[in-house]
């Protein structure tokens, strides 16, 4: 049985992560908590249901147009709105945020109704044993994903041009400037990629579970609490934040029930904000 509860928390908890890498990102480089985030994790999810409900395409092929669109919708929204606030104070930020979120939560709901939906593939079932547990085959497909996805933008933040320039905007703008970089077109890429991985959490998220518009609130929640617990300013983060908040929440859930996991989770975040401000790795923004 707890080997069972572990599992289930290692394979939510890389989704978890996913979830949360975007947020790090914009947070770390622009220094601009999106709340947002959870709107398009939601829309990434949609985008992948009804490329499967009227098209037929597996989500796990969906997933690169899930991101791909999100993308674009992410650097549109930085360039358009978040651009002109982007040194304002961070309650203005935060409401601009707040008001995306408000804005995408309620077309979605005039498009689509508030209806739980869900893509019902038809391997959804597939698992196999490994020492007395069960492993749903999507699952273990979906935290895979979740860990690739994380491998590749690491590789493209420490390997490329373009993530160095990512990296010298979050640690020094003005340097940054110095050196040809150009501040305004990397907050809107950056933005972009955070959206674009919001999207690709929100396509596996609707693999494993229901989804519906106001779905998003949660979830940036969740990917909040995984980015403090990491520690904000490390790629490794969002993995150790999403993998200890999965692995805790599944053992505190079947302790004492599912109606608990909110409170589990905010009480792991309280915990880490008394004993490690800085999060597990100790990360921070360099500014």
């Known amino acids: 049985m707890l080997l069972q509860v572990i599992i289930n928390g290692i394979l939510k908890g890389g989704l978890y992560a996913l979830m949360a890498l975007g947020m790090s990102l914009i947070w770390g480089v622009m220094d601009i908590i999106n709340i947002a985030h959870g709107a398009f994790i939601m829309l990434g999810a949609y985008t992948s249901y009804w490329l499967f ?17 999100m993308f674009l919708i992410g650097y549109v929204i930085q360039k358009g709105l978040i651009n002109l606030v982007i040194r304002a104070e961070i309650l203005i930020t935060l409401l601009l945020a707040f008001g995306i979120e408000i804005f995408i939560i309620n077309a979605a709901l005039i498009l689509w109704t508030a209806d739980v939906r869900k893509v019902k593939v038809a391997y959804a079932a597939a698992n196999f044993e490994f020492l007395g547990a069960t492993i749903p085959y999507v699952r273990l497909a979906a935290f895979v994903l979740a860990i690739i996805i994380s491998i590749i933008l690491f590789i493209v933040l420490n390997k490329t041009r373009l993530g160095r320039a990512i990296r010298a905007t979050s640690q020094d703008i003005e340097a940054a400037k110095l050196a040809g970089v150009k501040v305004a077109n990397i907050y809107a890429i950056t933005y972009a990629i955070g959206t674009s991985l919001a999207a690709a959490a929100g396509t596996l998220w609707a693999i494993l579970f229901p989804v519906n518009p106001i779905m998003g609130g ?70």
């Open 53 to 69: 409900e009227l098209m037929g395409i597996d989500p796990f092929v969906s997933l690169i147009a899930s991101m791909s669109i």
């Open 218 to 287: 949660h979830l940036t929640l969740k990917s909040f609490v995984v980015t403090i617990v990491g520690g904000l300013g490390t790629m490794l983060g969002p993995l150790i934040g999403g993998l200890t908040l999965g692995v805790v929440e599944a053992i505190g859930t079947n302790w004492f029930g599912s109606t608990y996991e909110n409170l589990i989770s905010f009480t792991i975040l309280v915990l880490v904000l008394i004993f490690m401000p800085k999060g597990i790795l100790g990360g921070k923004v360099q500014k």
